[in-house]
T-cell receptor, first 109, second 115 residues
Framework: GQNIDQPTEMTATEGAIVQINCTYQTSGFNGLFWYQQHAGEAPTFLSYNVLDGLEEKGRFSSFLSRSKGYSYLLLKELQMKDSASYLCAAQDSNYQLIWGAGTKLIIKP | GAVVSQHPSWVICKSGTSVKIECRSLDFQATTMFWYRQFPKQSLMLMATSNEGSKATYEQGVEKDKFLINHASLTLSTLTVTSAHPEDSSFYIC???????????FGPGTRLTVT
């Protein structure tokens, strides 16, 4: 079956770095997405990886290893506004998104 | 670019009535639109996929006669919750997809409360 695993909750300190891991198993693979979702709001797009390696976008970076079925989202210089849920989603052979349950990130001052 | 709107943003209705939610892609033509439902503290659950001009494809367990989806144009899809019940209270989110790059753009969501 298709499955996405990511930690339920993580806590980090303002100004620090945090890495959110995601492992996936899908029928075919057409890319891995990371979304940020604040409570009560729709998800917003953060990153897309389809090739192995690291993609950097400002304070956020995303890594993919297709052979390991593994991705991580790296957040640097954490700010209080980064407190949110981070959703990992893998796109299967039909281009449908298979969603993880989300990782709730709590930032403490 | 790639803005998706939803209307209404929130709605309260009585049990047994029907509610229509609109999803529009404002600055691009969406070949595919997706409807999701999200219960509190849970992940997004895909309800159905719709392509313009054809019938929607519903996920297993989603009643197509209860959740009517119409995708009349490349910029508009509607979800009608018929004979709503309190258990239908949820956050309904649409997304619109383009072929290149294949990415989904999310609407702001509609919070439905059925009393």
């Amino acid at each position: 079956g298709q499955n996405i695993d990511q930690p339920t909750e993580m806590t980090a300190t303002e100004g620090a770095i945090v890495q959110i891991n995601c492992t996936y198993q899908t029928s075919g693979f057409n890319g891995l997405f990371w979304y940020q979702q604040h409570a009560g709001e729709a998800p917003t797009f953060l990153s897309y990886n389809v090739l192995d390696g690291l993609e950097e976008k400002g304070r956020f970076s995303s890594f993919l290893s297709r052979s390991k079925g593994y991705s991580y989202l790296l957040l640097k210089e954490l700010q209080m506004k980064d407190s949110a849920s981070y959703l990992c989603a893998a796109q299967d052979s039909n281009y449908q998104l298979i969603w993880g349950a989300g990782t709730k990130l709590i930032i403490k001052p | 670019g790639a803005v998706v709107s939803q209307h209404p943003s929130w709605v309260i209705c009585k049990s047994g009535t029907s509610v229509k939610i609109e999803c529009r892609s404002l600055d691009f033509q969406a070949t595919t639109m997706f409807w999701y439902r999200q219960f509190p503290k849970q992940s997004l659950m895909l309800m159905a996929t719709s392509n313009e001009g054809s019938k929607a494809t519903y996920e297993q367990g989603v009643e197509k006669d209860k959740f009517l989806i119409n995708h009349a144009s490349l910029t508009l899809s509607t979800l009608t919750v018929t004979s709503a019940h309190p258990e239908d209270s949820s956050f309904y989110i649409c997304s619109a997809g383009r072929t290149e790059p294949y990415e989904q753009y999310f609407g702001p969501g509609t919070r439905l409360t059925v009393t």
